[in-house]
């Protein structure tokens, strides 16, 4: 995956064979993996030519993003229920809280 | 039996406004943050339990049946009536509220139960996509972003994870004593209890204190697991942790998330754990607990009164 967010074109499985090559990773193994990122929703194959090129969908920051987005939501949001060493609040909800608790 | 179902209805009324109100304003939960989890699931618990209790005793009291009698003859009585005479249309409507609160108040435990799981793998696996193994520390891994953010997901193989941001921004022996906070989490399965007051808030939104308890309970939850980090590092280090993660959301960095940290929290938290404030005393938290298990148990024991 860092492979293909790094780089700047899609990539067959074989190039990306050859930039993970001291995994020394099968041709097969490679392709294992691919559709399952694919299933996913992480990785996406370009159309119909042979053989297939495979890109990231979303950049590694977006996904970063997204992961602290669910970890810094609010606890009302929050589905996934996390407990955080330090709790966040949006402005307005300091606001309310610290009226709530005062 | 009609003024143990007149008692159980004012336990529901207290249990569902004045008593969490009063709780969610108290200070000394935070000097013995177990004892006040334990009565918050009691008001919990009990809340529900009496509130469907009160109602099932209200629709059942003129019919002189109890539960498990009622069952067959209103089951029967559903499709090809009649009631028996005795209940009249207050009390169809107080049965029927109870079975529909019983059946509501579950199948939103088992929803967000479902949607919480369904999330956590998802980020698990992003988690696992996105963030690098801390050599050093078995079952950690680091996020590359700036805001300092430390948590853990419980599952079978659990995670705890630091940012890039945490690990430059705090010293070995803070960082030591965030991960020992985090892994109290874990052991003591914390997420259970989180998860079981989001589920409340979500089922009864209309509850304003459904939303305080859970961020009581949220808060009480970081707390527990500072007391148990603090077995094995020092209390004052903890603190210097909580105070420099609080204070660094005010850099530019952190601050484009649009979130700020809880600064009251941040205080009360780094506050409890200075030297010379000591837990309740044994006799205080003997107390809060048997009050706790009366809580849960006596709108139980009125239920099983209904068999």
């Known amino acids: 995956m860092d492979a293909l967010w790094d780089a700047s074109a899609p990539l067959t499985a074989n190039e990306l064979r050859d930039c993970l090559a ?62 955080r060493f330090v709790d966040t609040v949006t402005p307005r909800e300091a606001d309310t809280l610290r009226r709530l608790l005062g | 039996m009609a003024i143990a179902c007149a008692a159980i209805a004012l336990l529901a009324v207290l249990l569902a406004w004045p008593v969490p109100v009063v709780l969610a304003r108290a200070r000394w939960t935070t000097r013995s943050p177990a004892v006040a989890l334990a009565l918050w699931q009691a008001i919990a618990l009990g ?56 059946i509501h108040l579950l199948l939103n435990l088992a ?8 999330q956590r793998r998802r980020h698990r696996e992003l988690v696992g996509l996105l963030s690098s193994p801390i050599p050093s520390q078995p079952g950690a891994r680091m996020l590359d972003h700036p805001a300092p953010v430390a948590y853990c997901l419980p599952g079978v193989r659990t995670i705890t994870v630091l940012s890039q941001g945490l690990i430059e921004l705090l010293a070995d ?58 077995r094995t590092v020092s209390g004052e280090t903890l603190a210097r942790a909580i105070k420099r993660v609080g204070s660094a959301w005010e850099s530019p960095d952190a601050s484009g998330t649009g979130y700020v940290p809880d600064a009251v ?40 009164g209904l068999l």
């Open chain 2, 111 to 118: 929803r967000t139960a479902a949607v919480t799981e369904r």
């Open chain 2, 173 to 230: 022996d803070e960082l030591e004593a965030v991960l020992a906070h985090e892994r109290t989490h874990l052991r003591q399965q914390h997420h259970l209890v989180l998860l079981a007051f989001k589920a409340w808030n979500a089922a009864l939104p209309w509850f304003p204190i459904a939303n305080r308890a859970e961020r009581s309970v949220a808060e009480l939850v970081e707390m527990l697991a500072d007391d148990e980090a603090r």
């Open chain 2, 47 to 102: 809340g529900g339990l009496a509130m469907i209790g009160s109602l099932l005793g209200y629709g059942l009291l003129p019919t002189g049946l109890g539960l498990v009698e009622a069952v067959p003859v209103f089951a029967g009585a559903l499709f090809a009536g009649p009631l028996p005479a005795a209940v009249g249309v207050t009390q169809g409507l107080a049965l029927s509220a109870a079975v529909i609160l019983g």
């Open chain 2, 265 to 304: 929290a941040v205080q009360r938290r780094a506050e409890r754990l200075e030297p010379g404030n000591r837990p309740l005393s044994p006799a205080a938290r003997s107390a809060v607990l048997a009050g706790s298990a009366a809580l849960a148990l006596a709108p139980a024991i009125f239920m099983l």
């Open chain 1, 22 to 83: 001291e995994r020394a990773l099968a041709q097969t193994t490679m392709l294992t993996v691919l559709s399952r990122l694919e299933a996913k929703g992480f990785v996406a194959a370009d159309g119909d030519r042979r053989p297939k090129r495979f890109s990231a969908r979303r950049s590694r920051a977006d996904h970063t993003a997204e992961l602290m987005l669910e970890v810094l939501g609010s606890a009302s949001d929050r589905e996934a229920a996390l407990a």
